[in-house]
């Protein structure tokens, strides 16, 4: 197991760009989590070999539902809520913000940190 907290996100290729840019700026403003992006084609493989506590992905979680900490639908029109998922515990966004995504992996960090169940999403 790899120490540290690790993010995937998961957008298709007509999105690439946007996928690199999230990451990159969790990457920047979160230098100590490990980052690692996908495409929709390759999340299963990826998903095993990096095993992520969090899944930020446009498609809904359909690679071991309830398996990790946390994942984020994230929609790619800005009008249709984004779900949050985080130690089963579910909400809504509509168009967050990277500083939601940053408070998302702050929560997995905790859960990380007191030892939580590190599965329900």
């Known amino acids: 197991m790899q120490d540290g ?20 700026g969790i990457q920047i403003l979160r230098p100590h989590v490990e980052v690692d992006t996908s495409s929709l084609e390759a999340l299963g493989e990826r998903i095993e070999h990096f095993d992520p506590h969090l899944v930020v ?28 998922c985080v130690g089963g515990h579910y909400s809504e ?3 967050p913000t990277l500083d939601v995504l940053l408070e998302v992996i702050d929560e997995v960090e905790e859960l990380i940190r007191m030892n939580n169940d590190l599965r329900g999403c």
């Open 5 to 24: 907290t690790r993010v995937l996100v998961a957008l298709g290729d007509g999105y690439r760009a946007y996928r690199e840019v999230i990451a990159a």
């Open 57 to 84: 992905c446009s498609q809904p979680n359909t690679v071991g539902p309830g398996g990790r900490p946390a994942s984020i639908e994230l929609s790619v029109d800005p009008l249709q809520p984004s779900k949050i």
């Open 93 to 95: 966004r509509t168009n």
